[in-house]
Structures are given as structure tokens and as C-alpha cells.
């Protein structure tokens, strides 16, 4: 690696909830720079949990993150001409990303309706820790518990 590090960049909070965390989410689910696209869509999914749960949709996408952010994963690394995959502890700031990827990758994965629809039964199904996305958390952590021996390798 040559250079510095690229600097950390600080994201101010969305429009409506002037949440830092929504914000970041809006950002994940954007494509080609249309913010307004993104918007539109998260908003719409937001409004939806509101009508179908009666809570905060902020409280129901925490808890979403929450279920789905894994804890442990595990990484490929070459020791003696062999390849272990080593399971490691997930930082805060990789675990956001990670829930929030595997949401959206589950969302995208439904079948029928909009967006917005599709990523609203995902966050609610991901509060009540069931869907796609909470599975994929499930697995990751099985192959890190499968390879709990390979934990010395770590470093």
C-alpha cells in the first residue's frame, strides 16, 4: 500500500430524521448519484413500516440492523501453503455495513412490487429475526463456529 490512508468522511444525518445511521442507508441503496431515487425509496419503506407496525420506523430499523449485524466472520488467510478460513470479530463500523448490504441484497432479492414494499418486509422481517438477511447473519456464524479451531491463527 503507498500514500496515506484516505481520511474518514463525516456523513450529516438525513433530511427527515437527521439520523446519521438512515443516512448511510440511503447512501448504500443509491445508484449512479440518484439521492433522490434512494430517498423516495427508503421513505417509502419507512412509511410503510409506520402503517403496518404503528412504531417509529427508526426504532424498527435499528432493531433491524441490530438482528441482522453479524458479530463473528471469517476471513481467508495462507499459512504453510494452506488456506484456513479464520473467524474474526466484526469492528462497529463494518457490522452497520454488512447488515445493511445483506438487507438490501435480500430486498433486491424478492419477488414482485416495488422497492420500497420489498425493503419495508425485509427490515420488518429482519426486526422479528426471520428473512433472507437475518439466514445470511445464521450462516456466517456457523462457518465462524466450524472454524473456531483455526482462532489461533488470528492475529
Known amino acids: 500500500m503507498r500514500g496515506k490512508r484516505a481520511p474518514k468522511r463525516k456523513i450529516d ?4 430524521y437527521n439520523d446519521v445511521n ?6 448504500y441503496i443509491m445508484r449512479r448519484g440518484k439521492k433522490t431515487v434512494a430517498q423516495k425509496i427508503v421513505y417509502g419503506a419507512f412509511d410503510i413500516i409506520k402503517e403496518q407496525t404503528k412504531q417509529d420506523p427508526r426504532h424498527v430499523f435499528n432493531r433491524a440492523i441490530k438482528k441482522v449485524a453479524p458479530l463473528l466472520e471469517v476471513r481467508g488467510r495462507r499459512i504453510g501453503g494452506a488456506n484456513y ?8 463500523d463494518r457490522r452497520f455495513t454488512l447488515g445493511c448490504r445483506w438487507i438490501i ?11 420500497a414494499e420489498k425493503l419495508a418486509a425485509e427490515i420488518m422481517d429482519a426486526a422479528n429475526g426471520e428473512g433472507a438477511a437475518v439466514k445470511k447473519r445464521e450462516t456466517v456464524h456457523k462457518m465462524a463456529e466450524a472454524n473456531k479451531a483455526f482462532a489461533h491463527f488470528a492475529r
Do not use: H, L, T, W
Open 13 to 16: 444525518g438525513d433530511i427527515r
Open 22 to 27: 438512515i443516512a448511510k442507508f440511503i447512501n
Open 85 to 92: 478460513q479464520i473467524p474474526y470479530q466484526v469492528r462497529g
Open 105 to 115: 441484497e435480500a430486498a433486491k432479492a424478492r419477488k414482485g412490487k416495488s422497492m
